[in-house]
């Protein structure tokens, strides 16, 4: 018995339209590709948040980590590595580049002063500490 599929070639154009309309906006023929997505975990663990995003094809020198109190914003740059030649034609291209950046915001505050980030095969590990939590104190009136 032979595996007989009917070759529709509208399909993935229309899936692909459909899944990412509501997470990122369109891309047109002739427009640079703007897929690009930083995957993130955040886990909570030994009072600090360990992160983990994937940045593939990134250089440590191109990453940026800013930290405002509970805020956390990583941004990235991906450069495209070959230019196109006079005498070439690009006929299909799927490899993205250009600017990204994520943004979240943790429950507690981060102790700025003793963040570790280390970067290894595309992905940035960071591990943040909580800020210890102000001690409350009761005044008396007079």
Do not use: C, W
């Not at 459909?18 to 030994?46: I, Q, S």
């Not at 191109?62 to 509970?70: E, F, K, P, R, T």
């Not at 940035?124 to 210890?132: G, H, N, R």
Request: charged share 35%.
């Amino acid at each position: 018995m032979s595996n007989i599929t009917r070759f529709e070639p509208l399909n993935d154009l229309v899936d692909d339209l459909f899944k990412g309309f509501f997470v990122r906006p369109m891309v047109y023929e002739g427009e640079p590709r703007t897929a690009l997505r930083m995957k993130v975990d955040v886990v909570e663990k030994n009072g600090a948040y360990a992160v983990s995003a994937e940045v593939p094809g990134v250089k440590k020198e191109d990453l940026q980590v800013s930290i405002d109190g509970a805020q956390v914003t990583l941004a990235a740059e991906v450069k495209r590595e070959r230019e196109v030649k006079a005498d070439e034609r690009v006929l299909h291209t799927e490899r993205s580049y250009g600017k990204l950046s994520r943004s979240f915001t943790l429950p507690q505050e981060i102790d700025e002063a003793k963040v570790e980030a280390k970067y290894r095969d595309g992905v940035l590990e960071l591990t943040l500490p909580k800020k210890a939590a102000a001690v409350r104190k009761t005044i008396t009136i007079q």
